[in-house]
């Protein structure tokens, strides 16, 4: 009786021990299997929750009421809109950031916006290198992608140069405007505060100001020191890490890279043309730049020009343009900044692109000729899809905000604030705060989307897969 008792006390010992094993097991294979569906994750979705992350962790932070300077709880909405709105540089905002938030609260902005002027996936890198860890394959490609490199090998020296021109830019800069804040303003010790905050916000192109009353720089439209400093921290933000480097590494125009071509010349373009352009359009208007001296009224034209590249600072109001120089600006927010920068928008290298592929085939050319250089046909064919993602994605928000706008905004208001979203340019006419909950969580998909790149968010949805078959052609009718 004892040995079968005891017999029994063993086997269920056993049994147990079994069953941990099993379960110790099971626990194994599932984090295998979590592992595997991480790693078949596609590098752009990657890429896009990076971004998720830093949102969702800087609405948090703004949420507190430490971030407040009344001290109290904010809406999570109103949160969630503004750190979307500093993480994609966008600079629409929903709070006076110079009144609302406290000096935590616009340490927080600050810090989103600098991170995601860089971009995550560039400071892990150098978090990497730092202390002397080598990257796998995969976060190699990842990293690649981010900084639209095509040759891996040059991804690490591309990384520590982001890094290096973005801190000698912002401190260069940045004492200048603290120099100009003290003795200018007689600020103080405070006006340190400002030139390096400042310096960041220009910089990565996120219009955000300290100045307060959503006036952004309209006070100032005729200080030519303060619009310089600002007009060249947009400008070398816009232009792409890639370009700074080509122009850095060779000093002479037959070296430089196609790519660094295409930008130096869409940009001289756009800027000027919108120079010239906003001035003939807007040199009558009294509510502008009419009552100006001429300088001033030059001066005001370039910089709103120069911020059209994604920055969102303005020296005018906003709602007083005409509706020329308003519809002007958004085809101009649309085209947006550079490769690489810290803005956003469809990019000049593809509004390059398209153009000389149309040139191209009006003329009955078959190849697309750039600076004597041959585009391949998937470049054409990616900045075409580009562009119809990001069309079909304006007109998707414009048509969600009509519908889900009770407050009566005018329709070119409305197109003016997507395309500042989607541009991620900033520039807003006032009625920012004025959306309801709905209206903002479009406007924030809006920016977010602008940010990453309508083709890296729309790539995020699918696996890249070989195709095996290949049909037979067949021609159809087009135009």
Known sequence: MRKSIAHELKKEEINDFERNQLIRYQKRLHYRKLMRRIANINRSTLIGLSFVFLILFGALLLTLPISHANGQWAHPIDALFTATSASCVTGLAV??????????????????????????????????????RKLNIRQMLLVQDSLNQDDPGEVKRIAFNVFKYTFLTEFFFGTILSLYFYYSMDMG???????????????????????????????????????????????????????????LQKHSWKRLTLHSKIVLV????????????????????????????????????????????????????????????????MLMMFIGA??????????????????????????????????????????????????????SWVTMAVFLLLILDHNGHSFHFILFEVFSAMGTVGMGIGITPEWNIWCKLVLIMTMFIGRIGILTFGMSFFNKKVDKLRYPTENIMIG
Not at 196 to 209: E, K, L, P
Not at 367 to 382: G, H, P, T, Y
């Open 95 to 132: 709070w006076d950031t110079g009144n609302e938030l406290s000096f935590f609260g616009q340490m927080v902005m600050i810090f989103l916006i600098q991170v995601g002027g860089i971009g995550i996936m560039t400071i892990s890198t150098l978090f990497n290198f730092g202390l002397h």
């Open 189 to 247: 010790r405070k006006a340190f505060y400002w030139g390096y905050w400042h310096a960041i916000s220009g910089f990565c192109n996120a219009g955000f100001d300290l100045i307060g009353n959503f006036q952004s720089l309209v006070g100032f439209q005729g200080d030519v020191t303060l619009n310089v400093c600002f007009m060249l921290l947009i400008i070398i933000g816009g232009l792409g890490f890639t370009v700074i480097d080509d122009l």
């Open 338 to 391: 550079s490769p690489t920068s810290t803005g956003g928008g469809v990019k000049t290298t593809t509004f390059a692109v398209l153009v000389a592929s149309t040139m191209a085939l009006l003329r009955d050319k078959k190849d697309v000729v750039l600076f004597k250089r041959r585009l391949d046909a998937s470049i054409i064919n990616k900045s075409l899809a580009v562009f119809l993602l990001a069309i």
């Open 266 to 329: 869409v940009n001289a373009i756009l800027l000027i043309g919108g120079t010239v352009l906003i001035w003939l359009l807007e040199h009558n208007n009294i509510h502008t730049i009419g009552q100006a001296p001429l300088g001033q009224q030059w001066l005001a034209s370039m910089f709103q020009s120069v911020s059209l590249r994604t920055a969102g600072f303005n020296t005018v109001d906003l709602a007083s343009l005409t509706q020329p120089t308003m519809f002007l600006m």
